[in-house]
T-cell receptor
Framework: QKEVEQDPGPLSVPEGAIVSLNCTYSNSAFQYFMWYRQYSRKGPELLMYTYSSGNKEDGRFTAQVDKSSKYISLFIRDSQPSDSATYLCAMSKDSSYKLIFGSGTRLLVRP | EPEVTQTPSHQVTQMGQEVILRCVPISNHLYFYWYRQILGQKVEFLVSFYNNEISEKSEIFDDQFSVERPDGSNFTLKIRSTKLEDSAMYFC???????????FGPGTRLLVL
């Protein structure tokens, strides 16, 4: 079983839609959970960071962590064509700063 | 807004040659990292660096690789004798007091022929 799994997509939605992106993981030692956005041939850009379980909101973005299910989500409200990118989940343990990434979900928001 | 910068943006080299990839982390950050992403694959951790020494490294980071902070601003990754399979995008990242919020640079695309 892979340590972090993420549906590669692509996910195609109309402008204004609510987007749900998800990752599952197998290692219960993960405590820190991040979402990055990566445009083609660019570096990952940090969007959201959450420690342990719970929700975090920042503008149109909401991150959720459910440690009991080993499942994390990123919701994007009122999606825009500029949100079209690959979204990477990443996580790390208390004892390490090494980020373990998912394979990324490609999102396309159609005008 | 402060950002991580990397040079060069692209590098082409012959197999067996040495390459040095350079990074300027965010100025008040204390932790530095290198990751790589082979085309179409996941971003993979290579090494973390704190207080002038390696704090963690992956199995990919073998004796061909080394890192250095030669001065107060630069952070370098050296590949001593490049192989074809070293072709990838190499990302530098840095973080402040805690390692969890890591900020990435734009990457260096390395092509080994």
């Amino acid at each position: 079983q892979k340590e972090v799994e993420q549906d590669p997509g692509p996910l195609s939605v109309p402008e204004g839609a609510i987007v749900s992106l998800n990752c599952t993981y197998s290692n219960s030692a993960f405590q820190y959970f991040m979402w990055y956005r990566q445009y083609s041939r660019k570096g990952p850009e940090l969007l959201m960071y959450t420690y342990s379980s719970g929700n975090k909101e920042d503008g149109r973005f909401t991150a959720q962590v459910d440690k009991s299910s080993k499942y994390i989500s990123l919701f994007i409200r009122d999606s825009q064509p500029s949100d079209s990118a690959t979204y990477l989940c990443a996580m790390s343990k208390d004892s390490s700063y090494k980020l373990i990434f998912g394979s990324g979900t490609r999102l396309l928001v159609r005008p | 807004e402060p950002e991580v910068t990397q040079t060069p943006s692209h590098q082409v080299t012959q197999m067996g040659q040495e390459v040095i990839l350079r990074c300027v982390p965010i100025s008040n950050h204390l932790y530095f990292y290198w990751y790589r992403q082979i085309l179409g694959q996941k971003v993979e951790f290579l090494v973390s660096f704190y207080n002038n020494e390696i704090s963690e490294k992956s199995e990919i980071f073998d004796d061909q690789f080394s890192v250095e902070r030669p001065d107060g601003s630069n952070f370098t990754l050296k590949i001593r004798s490049t192989k074809l399979e070293d072709s990838a995008m190499y990302f530098c990242a840095s973080s402040g007091g805690g390692g969890e919020t890591q900020y990435f640079g734009p990457g260096t695309r390395l092509l080994v022929l």
